[in-house]
């Protein structure tokens, strides 16, 4: 199984700051990597696929890319409506796993 | 659009089944990888397993012994099955359609709003 770690788990940032997250996985995934954004007491929401693919909708502040077994969320110019927590996910093999999560919150 | 909605129990005791429907609306259930995951109270997600073809299963390992996902084409419905429920199945439980791309990209990319769970001793 390839398990996901997740880094920072928390995140503390002001509105207009650039942030990055970045996600390893176990083994390589050929860049099947997916990017989730979950508010509270809401279902996550696609945002990106296959590590660069910014989902149709979605701000292109958001951005994704890959380096071996390594995946970075970046997000330009934060906007208040981006707090919220970050998931990754392996789409490359079954069981298609997430990361822990990244919390980011306004400082 | 495609919209997702899941049904069921809220409480489930322990060591009984858990039951949960996902009602598919504005798409057909013949088609994608309808999925359901679940994320217990301030935990990570986690995916429980997907039907595709309406007959077709892949479960996580670490819960195959205990779920059955199945799909209901006249109804356009999935529904999970999770026996022998613990405590920690406590959860909100979420069912999503996935497609993949080029036999190695696997993503989500419509979600139902989910459903909490609640097992009890």
């Known amino acids: 199984d390839i398990q996901m770690t997740q880094s920072p788990s928390s995140l503390s940032a002001s509105v207009g700051d650039n942030v990055t997250i970045t996600c390893r996985a176990s083994q390589i995934s050929y860049n099947s990597l997916n990017w989730y954004q979950q508010k509270p007491g809401t279902a996550p929401k696609l945002l990106i696929y296959a590590a660069s693919r910014l989902r149709s909708g979605v701000p292109s502040r958001f951005s994704g890319s890959a380096s071996g077994a390594d995946f970075t969320l970046t997000i330009s110019s934060l906007q208040p409506e981006d707090f919220a927590t970050y998931y990754c996910q392996q789409g490359y093999s079954s069981p298609y796993s997430f990361g822990q999560g990244t919390k980011l919150e306004i400082k | 659009q495609v919209q997702l909605q899941e049904s069921g129990p809220g409480l489930v005791k322990s060591s009984e089944t858990l039951s949960l429907t996902c009602t598919v609306s504005?798409?057909?259930?013949?088609?994608?990888?309808w999925s359901w995951i679940r994320q217990p109270p301030g935990k990570a997600l986690e995916w429980i397993g997907f039907?595709?073809?309406?007959?077709?299963?892949n479960y996580n390992p670490s819960l195959k012994s205990r779920v059955t996902i199945s799909a209901d084409s006249s109804k356009n419905q999935l529904s999970l099955n999770l026996s022998s429920v613990t405590t920690a199945d406590t959860a909100v439980y979420y069912c999503?359609?996935?497609?993949?791309?080029?036999?190695?990209?696997?993503?989500?990319?419509?979600w139902g709003k989910g459903t909490t769970v609640a097992v009890s001793s």
């Open positions: 039907v595709y073809n309406s007959a077709n299963t």
């Open positions: 999503a359609r996935g497609a993949i791309l080029q036999f190695y990209f696997f993503f989500m990319d419509v």
């Open positions: 504005g798409g057909s259930i013949s088609s994608s990888y």
